[in-house]
């Protein structure tokens, strides 16, 4: 990592080092809210755009020059890698993530063939030339984690109960594992190609795995998820695990490995700082939601949040989720020069 970068606030904040001001960034930044992001996405498919170096890095920028956020998060999706092994999947606009032939069948695992860096030369490329033109502010490249992209490939599409997710898992534990077993070395074997790119964090999301009970994450997901940050422990970037509804699961979040845990907006940070435990800094939480509310509202809800976290060993401020798509922008350059200031030290 660049000496710079290393001593941004965001890194600083990860690493649980003192930092001049709470670092602030926004899952979803890099999106629909935007009208820049909707102007040069137009007449471009989704996974073209994330096929597209030039695409991806003026995207990528974009809530940068804005906002002036502390990080940029790479624009891709989770499902980028396993449309780059040849899953035939899609994303439709309005739905998500679609796979034509849902796998639920050891057949259907064998065609998650192990991910190559030569499978995403337009990742690479495009991560070079952020990082020279983020200068000190870190990139965060990302991936999604097992068990969300599981779902998505079982389920063949967005889901709500997880049916079928859930069926495999605990109906047919070794089909389950093999295929987690594959998706986790998709998933590292990604992470490491977007570091060794200059990515200088990494965020493994997975977004669904609230649905899982404590003892069945520990079975089921947390082997794996503890695997992929123990292959990332010699890269020495930041590593940060996020998940929505894992209130329950936050002690386990952070076992997995985690330098950071996120937390989704039902846990306060200080009573998250508890659950979680000692050596790891937090990420979150204001709901998306709040930035449909009058300013005065996001003010209050925002400083609380920064009192709250002042609990954690590090604090990055960030949504409990992404920003929603009809979001005004103006609300998130608000907030961003609040968290700055109101956090100066
Ligand atoms: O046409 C469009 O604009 C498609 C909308 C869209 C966008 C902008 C999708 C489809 N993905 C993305 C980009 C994206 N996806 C980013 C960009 C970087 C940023 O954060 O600014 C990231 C990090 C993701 C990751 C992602 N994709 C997650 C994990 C994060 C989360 O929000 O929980 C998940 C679950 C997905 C799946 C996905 N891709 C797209 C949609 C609409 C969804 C969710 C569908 C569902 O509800 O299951």
């Not at 030339?129 to 991936?143: C, D, N, R, V, Y």
């Not at 509202?297 to 929603?324: K, T, Y």
Request: aromatic content about 6%.
């Amino acid at each position: 990592m660049n000496p710079e970068t290393a001593e941004s606030p965001f890194v600083r904040a990860c690493r649980r080092l003192p930092v001049p001001h709470t670092p602030v960034w926004y899952m979803r930044q890099a999106g629909r809210s935007l009208p820049e992001y909707r102007a040069v996405r137009a007449d471009v498919p989704m996974l073209t755009a994330c096929a597209t170096p030039d695409l991806i890095v003026e995207i990528t920028m974009q809530p940068v020059r804005r906002y002036g956020v502390d990080a940029a998060i790479f624009f891709s999706d989770i499902v980028v890698p396993l449309k780059a092994i040849g899953i035939d999947l899609d994303i439709k606009p309005g739905v998500g993530p679609v796979v034509d032939r849902p796998i639920r069948d050891l057949a259907g695992v064998g065609t998650l063939r192990a991910l190559d860096p030569g499978d995403v030369p337009y990742v690479t490329e495009a991560i070079e030339a952020l990082t020279k033109e983020l200068g000190a502010t870190p990139l965060i490249g990302f991936a999604g984690a097992p068990f969300t992209l599981a779902s998505y490939l079982i389920e063949g599409g967005p889901s709500k109960n997880h049916d079928h997710t859930k069926a495999m898992m605990y109906g047919a534990p070794e089909l389950w594992h093999a295929l987690m077993g594959r998706l986790t070395d998709i998933t590292l074997a990604y992470l490491r190609v977007q570091a060794a790119a200059g990515a200088s964090a990494l965020q493994l999301f997975d977004s669904w795995v609230g649905a899982v009970a404590p003892a069945d994450y520990r079975e089921f997901v947390l082997p794996h998820t503890s695997r992929i940050f123990a292959g990332l422990a010699d890269l020495d970037v930041p590593r940060i695990h996020f998940g929505v509804g894992t209130g329950e699961l936050l002690g386990l979040l952070g076992e997995a490995g985690a330098d950071v845990v996120g937390v989704d907006w039902r846990v306060p940070l200080d009573e998250a700082t508890r659950r979680v435990g000692p050596g790891k800094a937090l990420q979150g939480n204001l709901d998306p939601a709040i930035l449909f509310a009058p300013w005065e509202v996001v003010e209050r809800r925002s400083r609380d949040i920064l009192a709250q976290g002042r609990a954690a060993e590090g604090h990055v401020f960030n949504l409990g989720h992404g920003v929603l798509p009809t979001t005004d922008p103006g609300q998130l350059a608000r907030l961003t020069d609040l968290v700055h200031e109101a956090s100066a030290r």
